[in-house]
T-cell receptor, first 118, second 112 residues
Framework: GAVVSQHPSRVICKSGTSVKIECRSL??????MFWYRQFPKQSLMLMAT?????????EQGVEKDKFLINHASLTLSTLTVTSAHPEDSSFYIC??????????????FGPGTRLTVL | GQQLNQSPQSMFIQEGEDVSMNCTSS?????WLWYKQDPGEGPVLLIA?????ELTSNGRLTAQFGITRKDSFLNISASIPSDVGIYFC????????????FGQGTTLQVKP
C-alpha cells in the first residue's frame, strides 16, 4: 500500500495566528514529500519539495518564512503557516514518494487540509 | 517550463456512457499519471504509465502513454454515478526536475 494521512482535515483560525499541518506516510518510508496548494476549481500548485533531513526547496513566489516546512523523519513532514491571513485560506495537500531514489516516482497524496483564516 | 493541456475541461454524460479525456504537451514526458479527486479530498492515483505505447487498465478505466511521449488518454467505460469528480493527468517531464506537472483537470458529471 501507499497511504498518506494529513492532520487536521479542517482548521479555522484567527488572522495572525500560526497553524501546523502534519503529513504522514503510514505504510512506507518517504524520502521526499511535496506540499501543494489548491484554490477552488483549479489544479494543484506545488509550493515546496521536502527531503528528509534537509531544508525544503520552495517554488518561486512561495515565502519560505511564511510557510515553514520540516521533514524530520522518513514518515513525517509538517507545514506551518505563520501569521496566517485570510488570503492564506486554501486547500493544502501533501504527497509522498517511496524511497526508491528515482526522480519519477509515483506521488501518493494525502486527503488534504482545508484552512480557513478569519 | 513544460505544460500539460488537458481536455475537455468538463463533461456531463448519461450513466452508462463511455468517457474519454486526454492530455497533450509540446514536449516529451517520461511518466504519465492519472488521478481522480473527489470534492474536499486529495487526488487518488488511478493509473501510472511508464513506457511509450503502454496501455494499462484498472477495472473500467484504461489509459495509454502516447507513442510520441507527448500525450496520454484516459477512458472510462460504462460510467456510473460514483465516477463523478475531477480527473487530473500529471507527468514528469524530460527535464527531470522531480516535479510533477499537472493538467488543468476534467470535471466529470454523470446523470443517473
Amino acid at each position: 500500500g501507499a497511504v498518506v494521512s494529513q492532520h487536521p482535515s479542517r482548521v479555522i483560525c484567527k488572522s495572525g495566528t500560526s497553524v501546523k499541518i502534519e503529513c504522514r506516510s503510514l505504510d512506507f518510508q518517504a524520502t521526499t514529500m511535496f506540499w501543494y496548494r489548491q484554490f477552488p476549481k483549479q489544479s494543484l500548485m506545488l509550493m515546496a519539495t521536502s527531503n528528509e533531513g534537509s531544508k525544503a526547496t520552495y517554488e518561486q513566489g512561495v515565502e519560505k518564512d511564511k510557510f515553514l516546512i520540516n521533514h524530520a523523519s522518513l514518515t513525517l513532514s509538517t507545514l506551518t503557516v505563520t501569521s496566517a491571513h485570510p488570503e492564506d485560506s486554501s486547500f493544502y495537500i501533501c504527497s509522498a514518494t517511496k524511497t526508491s531514489g528515482s526522480l519519477t516516482d509515483t506521488q501518493y497524496f494525502g486527503p488534504g487540509t482545508r484552512l480557513t483564516v478569519l | 517550463g513544460q505544460q500539460l493541456n488537458q481536455s475537455p475541461q468538463s463533461m456531463f454524460i448519461q450513466e452508462g456512457e463511455d468517457v474519454s479525456m486526454n492530455c497533450t504537451s509540446s514536449s516529451i514526458f517520461n511518466t504519465w499519471l492519472w488521478y481522480k479527486q473527489d470534492p474536499g479530498e486529495g487526488p487518488v492515483l488511478l493509473i501510472a504509465l511508464y513506457k511509450a505505447g503502454e496501455l494499462t487498465s484498472n477495472g473500467r478505466l484504461t489509459a495509454q502513454f502516447g507513442i510520441t511521449r507527448k500525450d496520454s488518454f484516459l477512458n472510462i467505460s460504462a460510467s456510473i454515478p460514483s465516477d463523478v469528480g475531477i480527473y487530473f493527468c500529471a507527468g514528469y517531464g524530460s527535464s527531470n526536475t522531480g516535479k510533477l506537472i499537472f493538467g488543468q483537470g476534467t470535471t466529470l458529471q454523470v446523470k443517473p
